[in-house]
């Protein structure tokens, strides 16, 4: 990579992450081959369309398509820079599975020529940087690869998380600080060269085995966070309290902060990655595992308590408000809120309706059942009883008027002015100052 001309860029790997990134390196003047397995996804980009939601990303997309800065196909074609971005999944005993990180690494290796940078930015196991470095060294034995010669390698790699939030993916993907971790310090400074062309935040170099672990550490923060507020939603059910009373008061020393309780964790990134880390050392991880214990088992902790309200007023229409693994998205991916909604609809199949403004059909499970997908108004018109399972924004700005008469178990505490009613089980502890 010339340091006078923007360099070629490829993007394996065309999802959450690959597709923002790649459209944000062509917006910042890189000619960018996006690739992908998926015939589907390429047709979709090279129409100027995309095939996720994302905040602005479709109006980006269709102009650096349309400049012909950025074009996808399933081939990886060669470029001064690869920037892998695909899936890290784990198997069902939570050991990391890598076979798309290799298959990608292979694809590169086969084009790659002395000069250019290789760059993993999935989430990884400690250590995978150099395993991709060692699968393309054998590959490639005319080509000198970073920490395994003394001379100047032909080839940089490095580590790169993302750390991007959905629905603020293109501002964060320029805004945020990145960790950028070299095998050598040279692979570093090629790599920060690349993410200067269109990141804004701070652009901190480091070694790739500590890249990697900030970014499952960073996830296993939150996780642990979440579960300490999750445990204190059951103790507080337990001792008659109201959490986000004790929260919001506990908040206010000034180096306390609290997460929020909720359903349970969702989503592809904080459920997951902790457990890399377990999988990294397992006799040395019993926080972080039982932190992944604690929030898988609020799910049913909800069901139980939802389950019990939803029993004991048997006249009740009961509306379960949202489905998304979070608020104002219209993700599903691994959701508390999907989860208990569809177990509550089993067992009580005539009396669940589902409000989710984000989408416009239920999902497969609800295929064969009568549950109904209905918007926020019929819910406040026909149903009694409102189980909060999302705090998007248009179930949090109901005023009181309309839901002061509603049976209500908000496991988001997104209406702390409800009175407490039937499903009312703690006293309000009086806010100060
Ligand atoms: N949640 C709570 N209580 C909270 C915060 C979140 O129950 O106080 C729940 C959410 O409802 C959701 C889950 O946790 O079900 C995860 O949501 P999130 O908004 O915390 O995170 P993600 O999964 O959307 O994105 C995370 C982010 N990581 C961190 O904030 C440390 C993001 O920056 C990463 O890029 C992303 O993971 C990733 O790709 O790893």
Redesign the pocket.
Known sequence: MKSDKKPDVCVVGLGY?GLPTAAVVARAGCRVRGVDVSCEVVDTINRGEIHIEEVDLDGLVHAVVARGLLAASTQVDPADVFVIAVPTPFDRNHAPDLTYVMEAGRAVAAVLKPGDVVILES?SPVGTTEQLRDLMAGLRPDLRFPGLVDETPDISLAYCP?????GRILE?LTNNDRSIGGITPRCARRALAFYKLFVRGACVTTDSRSAEMT?LV??A??DVN?AF??ELSIISDRMGLDVWEVIRLANRHPRVNI????P????????V?PWFIVHGAPEETPLIRTARGVNDSKIHHVIARADALIAAHPEARVACLGLA???NIDDFRE??ARLVASTLSRRHPDRIRIVEPFITELPLEYRDTSVELIDVDTALESCDLFIVLVDHDVFRSIPLSERAHKIVYDTRGIWPDQPKGAAADAPRLQAVG
Do not use: Q
Not at 162 to 166: G, H, I
Not at 259 to 262: M, Q, T
Not at 264 to 271: F, S
């Open positions: 992450i989430t993302e750390r991007v939030l959905p964060e970014k960073e996830n923060y939150r979440i507020a999750n997460l929020s309780p909720g349970g964790v969702g989503g592809h990134c904080i459920a990655d693994f979070k608020a959701s508390p």
